[in-house]
């Protein structure tokens, strides 16, 4: 085996091992299955979107590429509209509200990002990269089962607004399960993408049409937002875990530090990391995300103070008492792991441009200080967090998650499982999850009765998920054995994950 790719949907990661087998390396290979997924699972990802890409070239440096959305602004453009909530049922029992329209839309980054990987670690044409994106955009690609779920979940924002509602119920409902998906509009997005790279949509007729429309109806995105916009190189914050180094998205993203943090906390609890220590360390993470924590994103000393190893023993002691990833790893040691958000999506489709843009400005997890708090310019805080474990400078397993909130304590499990007992990356990625927030833990089926009876016998209250669930994440990690260098990959069934190798 020469590469293995691990993304949210079979077409993706098939298109991602395509290029390795074209002599791609792991970057090239995120790339194609990125634009790849624009076209197969467009309701979570696309041009309107931003990311995080963590490359680590063997033997030589890890560099987190920032591509996550950016709060608008610059133009001095007053707010015309506000934002709408919109509650999204998981299942019967999780709810979760989002809100839309085109007051909840930042500046987005992916076409800035994707440019910038492909330039600085890439080895192959973008064009060429782009071309399966733009067959599946224009001919079309059957929906499958977790498309279509998560198409009927996102149904009332996709049925606000016209142009979304007519791409995602074209016969006046959702689209269902081997129904085809066509979005010829984002064919030829793809297209101008291949041929000029991310020009048109910063400083050209796509990001002309993209603020005209938006600022039309009631949006902030303005002319001087989407020009000033440029995707950064930051170097990872790493964590000691298990005799391993874990790097991780850093500051002004929250989600790596957070995950950083949970797992200095676990290595001081105890060599096993069962529920009850998994809770006691979100709970630690929970409460150091306050307003400090926000305010200190945007400064030098957060990772400093919070990872500490003095005050991670002080807190281990005190404890005592909408989004889509890929992963990529090649025969030559290069991984590349990368997440790319719409939120929930906005539901305002860009007429002619085939960008769907975010509602990062009207999710409140990304916006603890409050909604449109953040200065223009300033990236929104994000839980993605694309994440490589060394082990001697070699890459053991990269990974990253979907999930909202939920991505770091899906991060967090997925890291425990593989490192703590051996679990190979499928296995790990499949294993039940627990969340704690809000008070309230939320379990999957499988996690040890004992241990959350203990729980709740301590005075916090345990759901039980009847079954797995997007609501916990869609992990997507590769690995590569530490004995024998074998690669392998685990696709999360909660996201319709799969697995493809080269």
């Given at each position: 085996?020469?590469?293995?790719?691990?993304?949210?949907?079979?077409?993706?990661?098939?298109?991602?091992?395509?290029?390795?087998?074209?002599?791609?390396?792991?970057?090239?290979?995120?790339?194609?299955?990125?634009?790849?997924?624009?076209?197969?699972?467009?309701?979570?990802?696309?041009?309107?979107?931003?990311?995080f890409?963590?490359?680590?070239?063997?033997?030589?440096?890890?560099?987190?590429?920032?591509?996550?959305?950016?709060?608008?602004g610059?133009?001095?453009?007053?707010?015309?509209?506000?934002?709408?909530?919109?509650?999204?049922?998981?299942?019967?029992?999780?709810?979760?509200?989002?809100?839309?329209?085109?007051?909840?839309?930042?500046?987005?980054?992916?076409a800035?990002?994707?440019?910038?990987?492909?330039q600085?670690?890439?080895?192959?044409?973008?064009?060429?990269?782009?071309?399966?994106?733009?067959?599946?955009?224009?001919?079309?690609?059957?929906?499958?089962a977790?498309?279509?779920?998560?198409?009927?979940?996102?149904?009332?924002?996709?049925?606000?607004?016209?142009?979304?509602?007519?791409?995602?119920?074209?016969?006046?409902?959702?689209?269902?399960?081997?129904?085809?998906?066509?979005?010829?509009?984002?064919?030829?997005a793809?297209?101008?993408?291949?041929?000029?790279?991310?020009?048109?949509?910063?400083?050209?007729?796509?990001?002309a049409?993209?603020?005209?429309?938006?600022?039309?109806?009631?949006?902030?995105?303005?002319?001087?937002?989407?020009?000033?916009?440029?995707?950064?190189?930051?170097?990872?914050?790493?964590?000691?875990?298990?005799?391993?180094?874990?790097?991780?998205?850093?500051?002004?993203?929250?989600?790596?530090?957070?995950?950083?943090?949970?797992?200095?906390?676990?290595?001081?609890?105890?060599?096993?990391?069962?529920?009850?220590?998994?809770?006691?360390?979100?709970?630690?993470?929970?409460?150091a995300r306050?307003?400090?924590?926000a305010?200190?994103?945007?400064?030098?000393?957060?990772?400093?103070?919070?990872?500490?190893?003095?005050?991670?023993?002080?807190a281990?002691?005190?404890?005592?008492?909408?989004?889509?990833?890929?992963?990529?790893?090649?025969?030559?040691?290069?991984?590349?792991?990368?997440?790319?958000?719409?939120?929930?999506?906005?539901?305002?489709?860009?007429?002619?441009?085939?960008?769907?843009?975010?509602?990062?400005?009207?999710?409140?997890?990304?916006?603890?200080?409050?909604?449109?708090?953040?200065?223009?310019?300033?990236?929104?805080?994000?839980?993605?967090?694309?994440?490589?474990?060394?082990?001697?400078?070699?890459?053991?397993l990269?990974?990253?998650?979907?999930?909202?909130?939920?991505?770091?304590?899906?991060?967090?499990?997925?890291?425990?499982?593989?490192?703590?007992?051996?679990?190979?990356?499928?296995?790990?990625?499949?294993?039940?999850?627990?969340?704690?927030?809000?008070?309230?833990?939320?379990?999957?089926?499988?996690?040890?009765?004992?241990?959350?009876?203990?729980?709740?016998?301590?005075?916090?209250?345990?759901?039980?998920?009847?079954r797995?669930?997007?609501?916990?994440?869609?992990?997507?990690?590769?690995?590569?054995?530490?004995?024998?260098?074998?690669?392998?990959?685990?696709?999360?069934?909660?996201?319709?994950?799969?697995?493809?190798?080269?």
């Amino acid at each position: 085996m020469t590469g293995v790719v691990a993304a949210g949907h079979p077409i993706t990661a098939e298109a991602g091992v395509e290029v390795l087998r074209g002599g791609g390396n792991a970057v090239d290979a995120a790339v194609g299955a990125v634009l790849t997924s624009f076209a197969v699972e467009s309701p979570l990802t696309g041009f309107g979107a931003g990311g995080f890409m963590m490359v680590h070239e063997d033997g030589g440096e890890t560099v987190l590429v920032d591509f996550f959305v950016a709060a608008p602004g610059q133009d001095g453009i007053e707010r015309g509209a506000e934002l709408v909530p919109v509650p999204v049922h998981f299942d019967e029992e999780t709810v979760q509200t989002f809100y839309v329209g085109p007051a909840s839309c930042g500046v987005p980054g992916t076409a800035a990002g994707l440019e910038l990987a492909l330039q600085r670690f890439g080895s192959a044409p973008l064009g060429e990269l782009a071309g399966p994106a733009i067959r599946l955009a224009r001919d079309g690609a059957p929906v499958n089962a977790e498309q279509a779920y998560i198409l009927r979940i996102l149904a009332p924002i996709h049925e606000r607004l016209e142009g979304s509602r007519e791409l995602y119920a074209p016969r006046g409902r959702p689209l269902r399960e081997g129904d085809v998906f066509r979005f010829p509009e984002l064919a030829e997005a793809l297209e101008r993408f291949g041929a000029a790279g991310a020009e048109p949509f910063y400083r050209g007729e796509v990001a002309a049409a993209l603020s005209e429309f938006t600022v039309r109806h009631g949006g902030t995105l303005g002319p001087a937002d989407l020009a000033a916009y440029e995707a950064i190189e930051r170097r990872p914050i790493r964590a000691r875990f298990r005799g391993t180094d874990v790097l991780t998205n850093p500051p002004p993203s929250s989600g790596g530090i957070l995950i950083a943090y949970c797992l200095g906390l676990l290595e001081r609890l105890g060599e096993r990391s069962g529920p009850e220590q998994l809770v006691a360390a979100m709970d630690a993470a929970n409460r150091a995300r306050g307003e400090a924590f926000a305010e200190a994103l945007y400064g030098e000393g957060l990772e400093a103070s919070l990872l500490d190893p003095a005050a991670l023993d002080l807190a281990a002691g005190d404890l005592l008492g909408s989004t889509t990833h890929i992963s990529v790893l090649d025969g030559d040691g290069m991984c590349a792991s990368v997440t790319c958000s719409n939120g929930s999506g906005s539901g305002v489709l860009v007429p002619g441009t085939g960008v769907i843009l975010n509602n990062m400005l009207g999710e409140e997890d990304l916006n603890p200080l409050g909604f449109h708090s953040i200065a223009p310019g300033r990236r929104v805080p994000s839980m993605m967090a694309p994440t490589v474990v060394l082990r001697d400078g070699g890459v053991e397993l990269g990974l990253g998650s979907a999930g909202s909130n939920r991505i770091r304590s899906a991060i967090v499990q997925t890291i425990v499982r593989a490192l703590e007992e051996g679990m190979g990356a499928g296995e790990a990625v499949r294993a039940p999850r627990l969340h704690f927030e809000a008070g309230i833990v939320q379990a999957e089926p499988g996690l040890d009765e004992e241990a959350l009876a203990r729980i709740e016998a301590g005075g916090v209250p345990v759901a039980r998920r009847p079954r797995i669930n997007l609501f916990f994440g869609g992990v997507q990690a590769v690995a590569r054995d530490r004995e024998g260098g074998a690669l392998s990959g685990g696709g999360d069934p909660r996201r319709g994950g799969a697995v493809a190798t080269a």
